[in-house]
């Protein structure tokens, strides 16, 4: 379910460049000891502000267990970028962090009296805006108990979030709390925001230096490869050609058919989105939530 099969960062750039410059801004910080000196206050944004220390404190984390729970959900979260595509997330990310970044500043002008007065470092509040699609749009496929009490496939996730948004208190949970709010005015589409676009230009610099290696050759090299296949089976064809032979897809088992119903899909487009993926449940799953997102 999480990407059909696609493994690593194919076709998910936006979140491996995120997860990349969160991962190296924590490490290089760290090893300069300058990890005490990320998190925001009112004053240093008011008094005395730095445009390094806004970014930093953005995206790097203050210490080693939030960056490994933090990473963690950033590259499950990859599943979006999948589904919607990369200009889309885009476009949630500028948006949610916009918005998040305007509550934070409310909520510190409250708290400056406080000694809750410092945001904890790190993408919290882009990270807690995505559990918000990860809540609506990706179903329960499992269910199980332990000791008596009842968990689903989702319940690991929920977990970790849970840990990273309790993991400085007050500090973590402003930012957690920010980036929930911000994520479901855009699923509510104020401003039309949904409908908006990121550049070409912009999209194209992901996909050029961030996409994975994994994805399979593009560009001319694709083209070339593309136009020798149709060459060759081009003449192929002209030398044996004889009437095609239609096979029919393979009937989709009922016990699949049940298991994408349960989910909450309905049943016709259940039987079809099985035919079109050869029966392969995971992948039938992600036609199916792709469908949903348009």
Request: hydrophobic share 45%.
């Amino acid at each position: 379910m999480q990407g059909g099969g696609l493994s690593g960062f194919q076709n998910a750039p936006v979140t491996r460049a995120l997860i990349i410059a969160s991962g190296f801004l924590t490490v290089a910080l760290g090893a300069r000891g300058k990890s005490r000196l990320l998190g925001l206050s009112y004053q240093d944004l008011t008094k005395n502000p730095r445009v390094w220390r806004i970014i930093a404190s953005g995206l790097a984390f203050s210490s080693t267990p939030e960056l490994l729970f933090g990473l963690y959900l950033l590259y499950y979260f990859r599943l979006f970028e999948r589904q919607i595509g990369s200009n889309k997330l885009s476009v949630f990310i500028l948006f949610s962090g916009a918005v998040s970044s305007a509550l934070e500043v409310i909520a510190l002008m409250l708290l400056k009296d406080s000694k809750f007065n410092v945001l904890a470092s790190g993408p919290y509040s882009l990270i807690f805006a995505l559990f918000v699609p990860f809540y609506f749009d990706i179903p329960i496929t499992s269910r199980f108990r332990i000791f008596g009490v009842n968990f689903s496939d989702k319940s690991f996730i929920y977990l970790a979030g849970l840990q990273l948004l309790l993991s400085s208190w007050r500090r973590s949970l402003v930012p957690g709390l920010c980036g929930l709010i911000a994520a479901s005015l855009y699923r509510l589409n104020v401003f039309g925001i949904r409908q908006l676009k990121i550049p070409g230009a912009i999209a194209s610099f992901f996909s050029r230096y961030f996409a994975s290696s994994s994805a399979g050759p593009s560009g001319p090299l694709r083209r070339n490869i593309a136009g020798n296949i149709s060459s060759n089976m081009g003449r192929q064809t002209q030398r044996n050609y004889r009437p095609a032979t239609v096979v029919p897809p393979p009937e989709p088992p009922a016990a699949s058919v049940e298991t994408l119903v349960s989910m909450g899909f309905d049943e016709n487009a259940a039987r079809q989105a099985l035919t079109q993926a050869r029966n392969d449940i995971n992948v039938a799953t992600n036609i199916l939530l792709e469908a949903q997102s348009h």
